[in-house]
């Protein structure tokens, strides 16, 4: 395995955490402060403007690191005809389901506090997040089983 072949593992594991940590959190902590009104509309509108910077950062990095693996350490045959293929075709659709839910999500959310409001906003977006959040969980889930099947328990 290359050098470049690993750093793309470390980089994609690294943004895949930081993704789906940041989609957790303003779906637990900061959506409920929001709908109780308990945040004001400046700091939500701070928070959600750096959680759009990193989530399509991530995005963009876990595409070009995921594309780069999927290239390296797959064939067509085995991305449509092995177990490891399977989970990697669920990693990819699961990536553009959460990247669009969480996109709507937070444009909702900066919508509403760019108008110095933050209940109503917050109502629109919470089920954008909540199901941006369940496909991040099941993103966790996948990675857990590509880890379990290469070390051969799978
Ligand atoms: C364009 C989207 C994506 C593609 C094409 C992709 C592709 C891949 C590929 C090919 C691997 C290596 C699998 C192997 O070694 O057998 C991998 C590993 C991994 N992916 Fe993704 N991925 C994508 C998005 C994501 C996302 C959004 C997450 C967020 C949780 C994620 C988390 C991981 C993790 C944690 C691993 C390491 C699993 C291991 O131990 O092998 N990936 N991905």
Redesign the pocket.
């Known amino acids: 395995m290359s050098l470049i072949d690993t750093a793309s593992?470390v980089i994609?594991?690294v943004f895949?955490g930081l993704?789906?940590g940041s989609i957790l959190f303003m779906t637990l902590a900061v959506l409920p402060l929001a709908v109780r009104g308990n945040l004001d509309a400046g700091p939500l509108s701070t928070v959600t403007g750096r959680f759009k910077i990193l989530s399509r950062t991530s995005v963009l990095i876990?595409?070009l690191s995921?594309?780069h693996?999927?290239g390296t350490?797959?064939t067509t045959s085995t991305l449509t005809g092995s177990l490891?293929g399977y989970l990697?075709l669920s990693?990819?659709s699961?990536?553009v389901l959460?990247a669009g839910v969480t996109e709507v999500a937070a444009s909702r959310l900066a919508d509403g506090s760019g108008r110095d409001k933050v209940r109503e906003p917050g109502r629109q977006a919470r089920r954008f997040f909540q199901l941006g959040s369940v496909f991040a969980v099941l993103?966790?889930v996948v990675?857990g089983l590509?880890?379990a099947a290469?070390a051969g328990l799978l």
């Open positions: 593992y994609h594991s895949a993704w789906t876990l595409f995921g594309g693996l999927a350490q797959y490891g990697v990693m990819l699961l990536w959460t993103l966790l990675s590509l880890s290469g």
